[in-house]
């Protein structure tokens, strides 16, 4: 069968790989095609198109020819380790879209490093260990020849595979979200898009309608807290009026209520006695607090005379 009489169609897991092109970079593309016809081949996969989606619609569409080249990888991490090398060779890509395929990649390719090292063994480990490990650690291998490759650190390499590993969880969950994230419409830090992706679907399409109505282009961090908290609200019950009961009358409530707190007055001026030099405070403030003490001194010893009767009129009557 003719290549351009095959259906194919787009892997999910590989087409979130590529960054989509702009309406006006799609109708370019589409003229340029209808005019001097799809010289260059669809990379295929199976039944899958590893690059050149977009062409091929176009084909389809206006029913033009064709050609594909096929590619026979091991597994699926293989194709997504071709993919991911083949976009970021592009110039056009977001900062937000390159580190998440490099993270993409680094998880591809460590799946790789794992399986190589199960099935051909390294000489030298051989000479050294009598059994193969049940799943190798490749990671750090893995960081350091992707950041040689791309000039990163390998801690960068590591970051950017967090990076990846959340958005993945946000696309699941919210895909229109991770789109605009990725296409740099939308702000984030790579660290808050950990907490992002803590968040469930209802909680994210919320999150991004109150982004719209507020006409802003970043998520910060207190935004997605807003959201996360507001499943432990408790729901608002409904009110019923109730007869209240007017609590017994207690004579000494005023009385117990300054004996506590008199405690901390003494306290507050003993503490400001000890730690503040007389010399230091401005005329205002000391005359301020004098007048105060004073106003104080006067309704303390009032206070104190209104007992002091109370305490001899009960002698006399007893």
Avoid at 175 to 195: F, M, P, Q, Y
Avoid at 197 to 203: H, I, R, T
Avoid at 230 to 244: G, M
Wanted: proline share 5%; charged share 25%; aromatic share 8%.
């Amino acid at each position: 069968m003719n290549a351009d009489k095959m259906i194919y169609e787009a892997n999910p897991v590989l087409q979130r790989l590529k960054q989509p092109l702009t309406e006006e970079e799609y109708c370019a593309l589409e003229e340029d095609i209808f005019d001097n016809g799809c010289s260059t081949p669809l990379l295929v996969w199976g039944s899958y198109i590893i690059d050149g989606c977009s062409r091929y619609n176009i084909c389809r569409l206006w029913n033009l020819p064709f050609t594909v080249e096929y590619h026979p990888f091991k597994e699926l991490a293989d194709a997504v380790s071709f993919v991911c090398q083949l976009q970021l060779s592009r110039r056009d890509l977001t900062a937000e879209m390159r580190k998440y395929l490099i993270g993409r990649q680094y998880y591809a390719d460590v799946d790789i490093c794992v399986r190589e090292f199960l099935q051909t063994p390294p000489k030298e480990y051989l000479e050294t260990h009598h059994t193969l490990p049940a799943k190798p650690c490749r990671k750090y291998e893995t960081a350091y020849t992707l950041g040689s490759r791309y000039r990163l650190a390998a801690s960068t390499v590591l970051k950017y595979s967090r990076f990846a590993k959340n958005m993945d969880q946000i696309y699941e969950k919210e895909e229109e979200l991770a789109a605009r994230i990725l296409s740099s419409e939308l702000k984030i830090s790579l660290e808050n898009t950990g907490e992002l992706a803590k968040l469930n679907a209802k909680e994210l399409t919320a999150l991004k309608k109150n982004i719209d109505n507020s006409h802003t282009n970043q998520i910060r961090y207190h935004t997605i807290q807003q959201e996360s908290q507001r499943k432990n609200i408790p729901a608002v019950k409904k009110f019923v009026p109730q007869i209240r009961s007017i609590p017994a009358y207690d004579p000494d409530a005023e009385v117990s209520s300054l004996t506590l707190t008199i405690p901390s007055w003494i306290s507050s001026v003993t503490r400001v006695g000890k730690n503040t030099a007389p010399e230091r405070i401005s005329p205002a403030a000391r005359q301020k607090l004098k007048t105060e003490l004073t106003a104080l001194k006067t309704a303390a010893d009032h206070l104190y005379r209104i007992l002091e009767e109370k305490k001899n009129d009960d002698a006399i009557r007893s």
